[in-house]
Structure formats: C-alpha cells, structure tokens
C-alpha cells in the first residue's frame, strides 16, 4: 500500500492506495504544518494533481479508480452518490426511496464511505438541514462538509 499526505483548502488528507486504485482518503485536520517530501509512486503523483485541479476549480473526481470494497447495498449506495451532479444535492431521503431503501440505511453507508470525494457522500443533506458527514454531525466535519458544497457551487441547504 503506498500512501500520500497532501494539503488542501479543507485540511491535510491522507490517500491511501494499492494496486493503482485509491483504496482510502481520511481527513487529518489541519494541525500538520510541513508533509514529507519522499519520493511518490507514479500513480500517486498523478492523483495529487487531480485532488490540485478540484481544489482549482475542476469539480470532477468521478473517473478516478477506487478499490471495491464494502457490502452489496453500500456499493448500490456509493454508485447513485457517484450520479449526483456536481453543485447540486439530494436528501438522504430521496435517495433513499431512489434505491427502495430508508434514509437510516443510507445515511449509515454514507458514514463508511471510505472514498470521501471521489464518491461525494457531501451531496447529500438531511430533509431539515445540512445534515452529518463521515458520521460527525457537529465539528469541523461540517465545516468541510460546507466548504465542499461551496466549492462545487451547491445551495447550501437552511438550518
């Protein structure tokens, strides 16, 4: 597995990868001030340039290959996120009944989203609000939640 640290707007990220597919992404916060500068994998290389063009402006990260991974529905789950269009958001509801599921259910695939970004878990709110990200409703997890919206040009839903 080979792994890259890159700062961004929303705070340090930490990528994860094996085998040329993105197999993690986790939020370090922004506490980290100098990241190593060793040498990095060719595919690696190529995907902190395409984390730099979202960051810039280029809102689409849907091509980029992740690893398979969890259960039969957190797959169905993650591929209607992957559907969402850029700027715009749904509820965890209307997904829900998308994929003949309840809002809990998909809220809770949403939270082991393992890919954050690349299957954009942000683009889905609560029916009375923003709602929670990587299972925190509160904290600094929102604060990226909304910048992402912001970013990619998304109403931010009212609170």
């Known amino acids: 597995m080979s792994k890259l640290l890159l700062q961004s707007p929303i705070g ?9 597919v993105v197999e993690h992404i986790e939020f370090l916060g922004t506490s ?13 290389r190529e995907l902190r340039g ?22 039969q529905f957190q797959q169905r789950v993650w591929l209607a996120l992957g559907e ?14 998308h994929l003949g599921s309840g809002a809990r259910a998909v809220g ?11 299957v954009p878990c942000h683009r889905v709110v609560s029916s009375s609000g923003i709602g929670g990200f990587s299972g925190e409703t509160g904290g600094d997890m929102l604060g990226i939640k ?10 931010l839903p009212a609170q």
């Open 32 to 44: 980290k001030t100098s990241l190593p500068n060793g040498e990095v994998a060719p595919f690696l």
């Open 84 to 97: 969402i269009p850029v700027g715009e958001v749904v509820t965890y509801g209307e997904l829900a009944r």
């Open 146 to 155: 909304r910048w992402l919206l912001q970013h990619e040009g998304a109403s």
């Open 108 to 118: 809770a695939a949403c939270r082991v989203n393992p890919t954050p970004l690349i």
């Open 50 to 71: 395409r984390f730099e063009d979202y960051f810039q402006g280029a809102c689409s990260m849907a091509d980029i290959p992740r690893m398979q991974q969890g259960t």
């Open 12 to 20: 340090v990220l930490r990528i994860s990868s094996k085998g040329g």
